[in-house]
């Protein structure tokens, strides 16, 4: 909090202005740095209190009040010989609460930000925001989400992943950041920045995709970005995408647990496209163009082998 709101805020406190919650705000506020050692009181002559308090008041633009040396040291206290403390407590009790928005395996969320930013969330994936923004939009993202931001010069976007940052004023664009692969960032509207874990930056437009690799490089390529989020409209594009790839988006679309059972499948390529698809069929399309193999232990376990001849 900065200086000069938290002297705003004392003056209309000490004026009865305040709201309710600015109330509670600022008592609890005092109530925090009355746990410090009351001793300072002892460190002050009378004189001197008396002084740093005129000084106070004066800053605050308040007329000076006979005020008992002992509420006079511990307002000093707190605003004056306590500065450093009194704005680390202020920022902490005034910082906004954070908001985490977390979807399962399957289910997909779309989320209205109070700045008039929209997430939508993709399954198995979480975001976290405070519930109102200062001076930066700061979101922390895990799993996967298109982001469509309205634009505010004033105060930059961020979206922070396990592994990169992406930093727009306003666009729309998509991050797919599931742990099991590679951080992908793609471009629908407009530009952004993307920072790798060492640093280097690099900037993509429409149709435009940031792909963070092994060795923490950023590797631009151009592909339909209109794929990338075929997804929000329940579709699957598959483009040469391995079977163990594979596997984890059908995972989180249907919630179900696969196991392939050969190994050297893994590296099967799968392409393909499939919008509101019942999981059979999906599965089934697989099988005969890879001549594989499912069986269903359970309803949600299912096993891809080799087919036997």
């Not at 004066?58 to 307002?75: D, H």
């Not at 409209?233 to 596997?247: C, D, G, Y």
């Not at 392409?271 to 099988?287: Q, Y």
Request: with cysteine; glycine share 4%.
């Amino acid at each position: 909090m900065k200086k000069e709101n938290f002297l705003l805020l004392a003056k209309k406190y000490e004026e009865g202005n305040c709201t309710p919650e600015e109330k509670m705000t600022v008592e609890a506020f005092f109530d925090k740095m009355q746990e410090q050692p009351s001793d300072i009181e002892n460190e002050i002559s009378d004189e001197k209190g008396a002084a740093i308090l005129n000084k106070i008041l004066l800053e605050l633009q308040v007329k000076p009040k006979k005020y008992s040396i002992r509420k006079a040291l511990k307002i000093a206290a707190v605003l004056v010989i306590g500065l450093t403390i009194a704005f680390s407590a202020a920022q902490f009790v005034f910082k906004p609460a954070a908001i985490t928005q977390v979807t399962a395996k399957g289910e997909k969320k779309e989320i209205f930000l109070e700045d008039g930013s929209v997430i939508v969330l993709n399954s198995n994936s979480s975001v976290t925001y405070p519930e109102e923004f200062e001076s930066t939009r700061n979101i922390q993202l895990t799993g996967q989400a298109y982001f469509k931001v309205f634009r505010d010069v004033k105060r930059p976007f961020i979206v922070q992943t396990h592994d990169v940052k992406v930093r727009v004023l306003g666009t729309s664009f998509d991050i797919n950041s599931y742990n099991h692969h590679d951080t992908k960032v793609s471009v629908i509207t407009g530009k952004v920045e993307v920072t790798s874990p060492t640093g280097k930056k690099v900037q993509i437009t429409k149709n435009q995709q940031a792909d963070l690799l092994k060795n923490s490089d950023l590797q631009i390529s151009t592909e339909n970005s209109d794929d990338k989020i075929a997804w929000i409209s329940n579709t699957i594009i598959l483009k040469n995408t391995k079977l163990s790839e594979t596997v984890k988006i059908i995972e989180n679309w249907y919630n179900v647990d696969i196991t392939i059972e050969d190994q050297e499948l893994n590296d099967l390529t799968i392409s393909g496209k499939f919008k509101d698809e019942k999981l059979e069929n999906v599965l089934e399309s697989i099988a005969y163009l890879k001549e594989l193999k499912i069986n269903y232990k359970t309803k949600n376990q299912i096993i891809i082998r080799k087919q036997t001849k």
